[in-house]
């Protein structure tokens, strides 16, 4: 008789501190104590890669709403069948690509994302990596003294300089192909949170979208946050992700920054992404 027992997932580190790749399971029909495994391991880990996926749209769309929720995005151009998803994309006549330089991702929202579900649809030969920085392991090498002067701050985030209207997009050959640019973004959060659901203490700055130290000026501030910066650029936090026909990846925004490389020039590269709706943030 035919075992009907379902191979245990494998996690495979893909660096020491950041990252790992699950195989045994296809993401299509992830759903109870799998789901709860993969939430568990992307939630330390970072960010976690599944490679020869099955994923349609709709078992994409699907697949979110197990986790628990969508935030449909408010800037990238929407899958015209499927408005859950997200187009990030880069034609091959194009220069500019979306974000290509360290970020997190909706760290100007009063409660961030709690992360995303992107899948490779069109990829160039090669090329459009995207890396990975872990936050807890960029807050376990502060100083003590560092960690003891960020203690209770708050930092002031936006998108504002990015997406409006004469914003750093709208500059780009990008600015076209962009919704969103009459949205108007502003939030403060703790510069150290722990995590809602491992408790661990993340750092949660980053130069694209972190304007300032509440109570300081921006020129006050950058010294601090170059700081914080600095630390959180060393090698021994990071991983790549090398795409593939077939690859998805899930991350955490409260764990990670990431900086998709744009190294394709002449080439198109397409990818669905469906944000993941996440929790209030605290230190």
């Known amino acids: 008789m035919q075992s009907t027992v379902k191979p245990a997932l494998q996690l495979s580190p893909m660096s020491p501190n950041c990252g790992v790749e699950i195989s045994g399971i296809q993401l299509a029909e992830a759903d109870g104590g799998a789901l709860d495994a993969i939430r568990n391991a992307i939630y330390t880990h970072g960010v976690a890669v599944f490679r020869d996926q099955e994923f349609s749209p709709e078992q994409h769309i699907a697949f979110g709403k197990r986790w628990g929720g969508i935030d449909v995005n408010q800037y990238f151009p929407l899958e015209q069948t499927y408005p859950e998803i997200a187009i990030v994309r880069k ?153 593939a026909p077939g690859t998805v990846a899930i991350w955490d925004n409260r764990v990670t920054w990431h900086n998709a490389m744009n190294d394709y020039k002449g080439y198109a590269r397409e990818m669905h992404r469906i944000t993941l709706s996440g929790d209030a943030l605290a230190a």
């Not at 021994?236 to 992700?241: G, I, P, Q, R, Y």
Request: with cysteine; charged share 25%.
């Open 91 to 243: 034609a091959a006549d194009q220069e500019t690509n979306i974000g290509g330089a360290w970020h997190t991702d909706h760290s100007y929202d009063q409660i961030p994302a709690m992360g995303s579900v992107l899948v490779a649809r069109t990829l160039p030969p090669k090329g459009g990596d995207t890396h990975f920085k872990h936050m807890g392991v960029a807050y376990d090498s502060l100083s003590q003294e560092l960690k003891d002067e960020v203690e209770g701050l708050e930092a002031f985030h936006t998108a504002d300089h990015v997406y409006k209207e004469d914003g750093l997009y709208a500059q780009s050959d990008m600015g076209k192909d962009l919704r969103g640019q009459d949205q108007r973004t502003g939030a403060v959060h703790p510069i150290v949170i722990r995590h809602p659901h491992t408790g661990r203490k993340l750092l949660y700055v980053n130069s694209a979208f972190t304007i300032n130290i509440v109570g300081r000026t921006r020129e006050e501030s950058l010294p601090l946050l170059n700081r914080l910066y600095d630390a959180a650029m060393t090698a021994d936090n990071e991983c790549k992700v090398v795409w």
